[in-house]
């Protein structure tokens, strides 16, 4: 598509409303139509969403925010930057949070809860909204990894006070660099996150709170508004894959299985065996490259050593992370190229 990128920002150039160009207000219509919600805000990166979609709702010292162990590093740092501390649930056998742990968790100080649509596969959203409910706690969706999945028919993004997404060119809708976008309905949240993300700015010369520098570039919006025409035929072409792998490989490995009630769009295609690493060496002697997402637990990193935690805390995210291997799941993957994974993997077996 390079063409009609090329053509895209030339646009940019000719214009050269290099911030905050008329590409980013087109992008965030879109984007918010997409998701179904009122309003949606491009900024610089997914960590960057979280964390402001976070400032934006008051979490900072003080405040306990519960999440998962087994995400990207940027859904916990982002909460450490608010100055908040993170609590780690353990996930269920789907690898996102295990909804019947969360209560334990919640304490005085907790503020918000913040899933993780981990491999482009809804949360379990209607329990975590009745528990966040119940105890007037703030829902966080991090959707880096789910632009497009539905959990019972809703686009997430949809479900929470604020949700976050990356535009990160590994994500499924991606940008020539870095990028985020933070999706509401609500009005207020909505232009608190406007002037955060804009220096605290509410208009050329008066601030009202302090803010940072997070905007949406305007050379990456015009790049988004081009991708997104392409982008569900782009998630068709993923689940279709991701389908192919399953009925194929569900007798040899474990494979993510699908459910009625839920849209997934995998980011990652994750098979569990207990025999990983001796399969990651076989397939990348066949030329076929695997990933680990992710080797390391978040609450066992050298970094989370303050927070306390110890390896047999968080026992099913330690145990897949022994297991898992991403198998590739782009959209211009071939059959042929997918029956030829297939084969090797059950040669190897
Ligand atoms: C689950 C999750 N959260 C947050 C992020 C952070 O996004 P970014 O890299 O755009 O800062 C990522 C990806 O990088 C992610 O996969």
């Not at 929470?160 to 997404?165: E, S």
């Not at 990356?166 to 996150?193: F, M, R, W």
């Not at 700015?201 to 009202?208: E, G």
Request: hydrophobic share 40%; aromatic share 8%; proline share 3%.
């Amino acid at each position: 598509m390079k063409e009609e990128l090329l053509a895209s920002i030339e646009k940019v150039l000719d214009h050269s409303q290099f911030i905050l160009g008329h590409e980013v207000k087109t992008f965030e219509e879109k984007f918010s139509q997409y998701c179904g919600v009122n309003y949606a805000i491009g900024v610089n990166s997914g960590t960057d969403a979280l964390f402001l979609a976070m400032k934006s709702l008051g979490v900072g010292k003080g405040d306990e925010v519960i999440t998962v162990p087994n995400s990207f590093i940027a859904s916990t740092s982002s909460i450490i930057a608010t100055g908040a501390k993170p609590v780690f649930v353990d996930v269920a056998e789907d690898m996102n949070i295990d909804v019947d742990l969360i209560e334990n968790t919640i304490t005085d100080n907790t503020k918000a809860i913040l899933p993780v649509h981990l491999t482009g596969r809804p949360s379990e959203m209607t329990r975590i909204l009745e528990i966040a409910e119940d105890k007037d706690l703030f829902v966080i969706e991090d959707c880096a990894q789910a632009v497009g999945a539905e959990y019972k028919n809703q686009k997430v993004g949809s479900f929470g006070n604020v949700n976050c997404f990356s535009l990160h060119p590994l994500k499924t809708l991606n940008a020539c660099g870095d990028g985020g976008v933070i999706t509401t309905s609500d009005e207020e949240i909505y232009k608190q996150l406007l002037a955060l993300r804009n220096i605290g700015l509410k208009d050329r010369d008066h601030a009202d709170i302090w803010g940072y520098n997070s905007r949406l570039d305007t050379m990456q919006a015009a790049i988004l508004n081009v991708k997104f025409k392409y982008f569900d035929d782009w998630t068709e072409k993923r689940r279709l894959n991701a389908k192919h792998y399953i009925d194929d490989l569900r007798n040899i490995v474990k494979v993510p299985e699908d459910n009625d009630y839920m849209k997934s769009v995998y980011h990652t295609f994750i098979i569990q065996t207990e025999r990983r690493d001796e399969l990651q060496r076989y397939l990348l002697e066949n030329e076929i490259d695997t990933k680990v997402h992710y080797p390391i637990p978040i609450h066992l990193q050298v970094a989370a050593k303050a927070l306390g935690y110890k390896k047999g805390d968080l026992p099913v995210c330690e145990r897949q992370t022994e297991t898992i291997l991403s198998l590739p799941i782009y959209p211009d993957l071939t059959n042929e190229q997918m029956n030829y994974i297939i084969s090797i993997i059950k040669s190897f077996f």
